[in-house]
């Protein structure tokens, strides 16, 4: 296994950060949805936009840290 990013070539180092970008994109997208639907619901009160970017960020970043423990 590799361990340098630069032993990759371009084309793996491209695709790989594309691949990346995609899963994060899906991520974030459904993070936004999930968010959405629960102020829908009433589970989340709606306090506007500026506190639910703040809610989505804080979401998204949990997601991540549980992504990299191995639990999500």
Known sequence: ML???????????LALSREA???ASHTLASQAQQLAEEIEHG???DRGGPDA???LATV?????EASLAGTA
């Open 60 to 64: 998204v970043l949990i997601t991540n």
């Open 43 to 45: 589970t989340i009160t």
């Open 3 to 13: 361990s340098d990013w630069n032993l990759l070539s371009d084309d793996l180092q």
């Open 53 to 55: 970017l703040r809610l």
């Open 21 to 23: 970008l995609r899963r």
